[in-house]
């Protein structure tokens, strides 16, 4: 296969994950964990430090990491967090995603981690937190569910708490800044940071009342 059919397959297989995610929940397969573990450096802001240091982070902090997937933001943050007393808690639908990351956890001595096995919309979770992470994840569900998965999550989340929203053009269920601003406005938040450019960005949402 020369380089150009290669290309042309690569575009194919975007376009077609795209378009079927727009309707069907489709993660990332557990088998695709190494692409997703690697910080695309033409994505600064998609970048696992720079998403972490952007973070607002405070003693005694609770972080969500909704599809935290093989951990490449949930380890280094549950690492930084450890000397202020935070915790992460990592979500995600797949059982060998959380398999993969709590090996990893334990290879690491991380140990202020739990991981829930879940959908976002099914998740059982008694405590609010501080803050919630979604890395490329809002695509991954289906359109006509975006509004009422994302007014659950905000459930989850202290009055006074944030959610970080990261996306990147080179994956397939990339939404853009307008569209991410959009949907968080109908569900009552408002973007109040903001990092990146056309190719990946962060954007961190409060509620409308906390600007007030």
């Not at 096995?117 to 998740?123: G, K, P």
């Not at 008694?126 to 289906?142: N, Q, R």
């Not at 659950?152 to 959610?163: C, D, S, V």
Request: contains cysteine; glycine residues 6%.
């Amino acid at each position: 296969m020369n380089i150009l059919a290669l290309i042309a397959l690569v575009i194919a297989v975007w376009i077609g994950w795209r378009f079927y995610s727009n309707r069907h929940n489709l993660p990332c397969p557990a088998w695709l964990s190494w692409m997703v573990e690697l910080d695309n450096p033409f994505a600064k802001a998609h970048k696992a430090n720079e998403i972490i240091q952007m973070l607002p982070l405070k003693n005694g902090a609770r972080i969500l990491d909704i599809g935290c997937g093989p951990g490449r933001v949930l380890l280094p943050l549950a690492k930084k967090i450890s000397l202020i007393d935070g915790h992460v808690t990592g979500l995600d639908i797949q059982a060998d995603m959380i398999k993969k990351t709590r090996f990893k956890a334990e290879a690491l001595g991380v140990t202020n981690v739990d991981f829930i096995n879940s959908s976002i919309d099914e998740a059982k979770i008694d405590e609010p937190y501080d803050i919630i992470l979604m890395i490329c994840v809002l695509g991954e569900i289906p359109k006509n569910d975006r509004k009422s998965v994302m007014q659950k999550i905000a459930r989850y989340l202290q009055p006074n708490g944030i959610i970080s929203i990261t996306e990147t053009i080179f994956d397939p269920h990339f939404q853009s800044r307008k569209y991410v601003s959009e949907i968080m406005h109908e569900i009552g938040f408002v973007e109040n940071k903001y990092i990146g450019n056309r190719l990946a960005y962060t954007s961190h949402f409060n509620k409308k009342e906390d600007e007030e």
